[in-house]
């Protein structure tokens, strides 16, 4: 009898189980249970959508329905996951046609994140937007065509984003920054870098601050309350972060972890047998230091979903460790982290030694180079690396990414800063920014050992 | 008493080694023979001079005569060594005062490398060049100002960055290619899309022939016999290799390798006690196989310089592995390559495994993304990447870091293939160009071992 896997969620994690499942298992019987309307998409493209970068929303499929159909894979939209029942391996779910049953063999509960907005007066007023899905997404593109002005609450990734999109549709944008910029990716120096640049972008900024009320007149948006004053505005953006949606999974006695997500093994398993998960519910382990972390980046969604997804048709594999990797774009300026940041460190009670450096992107020598500023983290110890932050016009996606596999593989300071990077007068400068790092703070290393010695 | 340390050569290695000694040493007494009248310049910006998008010879200096004395090292131009004395520990040179002696403690031999131009008829008319210092760089350039056609004979990194040069000027280019275009960098299917790339930005080729002969008339250039077919011409580029400059070690007893490099141990010494080289004249091991190489590349030359510089003071230090990564840029295409090439590999009895796929450097519902071609290659035994190859126009140099790193630290294609590599729609596709490549090379590794089974 073929294999019954049912994934709850279409998303980066449940649609990679799905097609991982697939290609280990030629028979088994996959159904896809989505309670929105759509294929799976990219939700990251979402603000370039209302930006207008990207034409349209049916641009950002990543697999359609046909392909779904092509690989044999039963995808269900509108169907509400009301319950599990470990004991009888099967799920109830509703969608058009009443409620129904669904036998599963294993199961995911992949059902992601949902937008945390603090609840305040005025909230539900016309113009109050989360965005998530497409809907949310259309609903913010035809609410900034009548708009001038916007407010967003909360400089995530999200949060930024959607600020540029407001800038570049022409409107006049508020960010309103609790702490800092990008506090969970970036340290403290690249946040205020950050905040400059934003402000040279004509976003206005309100910083220590948050969203406390929305005021509105006739149903619709007038103004935000920002510690005690008002910003008038016609929309208001809440981007305040995410929480992983556990509901279902919680009934069904999945165990979940001190961060609110799902608890899992290194095969992406659930603490209930035969139900795995993954993605922005999965609470796994950051790979530095083994704390449990929701990473909430499609790339690791997407590796842990391909693992899990040969988990369930018998095919043993561990999810790689991840190290938060992450990259964005905002006003032509690309900013990337991975591992650790001092904060996330510090938290967990290591006090990183680490350098910034300013360099270039191409030699002194060749015109056209950008100024590039690179950060690293290294064990005060053992002298590894640990965290890594760039910032620069280009180059930055591919300069994190050696990053991570100098982080992942271990390296040190030391060893970084003799690696056998590439020059050439119009492509790189004969010492990497990331060495030229890397030799600064071995420096620093070094000058620490003469001083205790 | 201080220290004496002795260099002859101020290109990329004795440069590095000089001031890695200083930086090691504050008391040393440092000297280096030059016999050419330039501070140190970077040699492979000299195309580009050439080429008019560096404005003068003098922009590309990298270590001006100023920083030298403010550095307290001595460098004397126009002193050309004649012979060395091991047992004596001095050093006899010529300058413009008559030959003088120089005691050391250690020496070091960076003699560089020199065009290897083939014997022929008419290699000495008017017309005829090569290209390794300024003085080459300043006559090239004066050509070309009276010059409406040119023949580049070789298609390595220097040949093509001068066909470059010479289209740009607006001369009608002929390369004439004997094997492919960089043989030694890239393999046979890279080098053919490289070949029309440079036809396609209007080079003539010419390839399986060579230039046998170049005609004159009054002493200068009037064509180059290629194939026994006459190319009219203003100019001819004489672009076939490099040679190790060996001849004053050689006479001292250093031990000449199976490259015509001195050979080297792990701190860059020579077999001759308290003798050290680096750079185009050092026969150090590939990082990988171990065979005896020389890498004639600037990163390379400028780390063992680091090392050397650190050991001829007393502080002990190895040279990292090489893998020849290695970057340039044509008509706007950037080509990368770092490990082992097909061809290199077979030369030394492995033959990889390999894929080439093609993607693209952003994600496809993003606008501007350009395609990108990658090809890894990877033991068949332990699956570990021995080599990478990367083609597009832009992204590459960082790529190619990235997968010196993978290489280095001996990653199998499955490791890479889930890597934690960042992701954003206007920065970088979900899955990285590198990790596409090593998912479908793993996909063959397990084809292969089904196959088997």
Chains 1, 2 share one sequence.
């Not at 970068?53 to 950002?60: A, G, L, V, W």
């Not at 990473?295 to 979903?305: D, E, I």
Request: glycine share 10%.
């Amino acid at each position: 009898m073929p294999r019954r896997i049912v994934i709850v969620g279409n998303g980066s994690a449940g649609a990679s189980i799905a097609f991982s499942a697939r290609k280990n298992d030629r028979t088994a019987e996959i159904t896809v249970l989505e309670r929105f309307p759509y294929p799976t998409y990219s939700k990251c493209a979402l603000p370039f959508v209302i930006e207008g970068t990207i034409d349209s929303f049916q641009t950002i499929t990543v697999f359609s329905h046909e392909f779904y159909r092509s690989q044999k894979i039963n995808l269900i939209n509108g169907a509400t996951v009301t319950r599990v029942v470990p004991d009888e391996k099967k799920v109830i779910y509703k969608d058009a046609g009443g409620e129904k049953a669904l036998a599963y063999d294993a199961l995911a509960l992949t059902l992601g994140g949902w937008p945390r907005v603090p609840k305040m007066p005025g909230c539900d007023l016309d113009g109050v937007f989360t965005l998530r899905t497409i809907g949310d997404g259309e609903r913010i593109l035809a609410a900034v065509r009548n708009a001038k002005r916007a407010v967003v609450n909360g400089a995530s990734f999200i949060g930024l984003e959607v600020a540029e999109a407001f800038v570049r549709r022409g409107l006049e944008t508020t960010i309103v920054v609790r702490s800092r910029m990008l506090r969970t990716m970036i340290d403290a120096d690249f946040s205020r870098e950050l905040q400059e640049h934003m402000i040279r972008h004509n976003c206005k900024v309100v910083q220590g601050k948050t969203v406390d009320a929305v005021v509105g007149a006739g149903g619709k948006v007038k103004a935000a309350v920002v510690g005690g004053e008002e910003i008038p505005t016609d929309l208001v953006a809440m981007c305040t972060g995410v929480a992983p949606v556990i509901d279902i999974a919680k009934e069904a006695g999945v165990e979940i972890g001190s961060t609110g997500g799902m608890v899992v093994d290194r095969t992406m398993r659930t603490r209930v047998p035969d139900i795995y998960t993954g993605g922005d519910c999965a609470e796994d382990r950051f790979g530095l230091m083994g704390f449990p972390f929701i990473s909430l980046l499609g790339t690791v969604a997407t590796r842990q979903g391909v693992v899990a997804g040969m988990n369930m048709v018998g095919v043993h594999a561990y999810a790689p460790r991840f190290y938060n990797s992450a990259i964005m774009k905002l006003f032509g300026l690309q900013i990337g982290s991975v591992g650790l940041t001092t904060d996330l460190a510090q938290e967990h009670g290591l006090k990183p030694e680490s350098i910034k450096v300013m360099h270039s992107t191409l030699p002194h020598y060749y015109p056209g180079g950008k100024p590039i500023a690179v950060k690293l983290l290294a064990h005060p110890e053992t002298r590894k690396l640990v965290g890594a932050q760039v910032m620069a016009e280009e180059t930055v996606p591919e300069t994190i990414n050696t990053l991570a596999l100098a982080i992942e593989r271990g390296m040190t300071a030391a060893e970084l800063s003799m690696a056998d990077f590439c020059y050439a007068p119009p492509c790189a400068d004969i010492w990497a920014p990331a060495a030229v790092a890397a030799q600064g703070l071995d420096r620093k290393f070094a000058a620490k050992a003469r001083r205790k010695a």
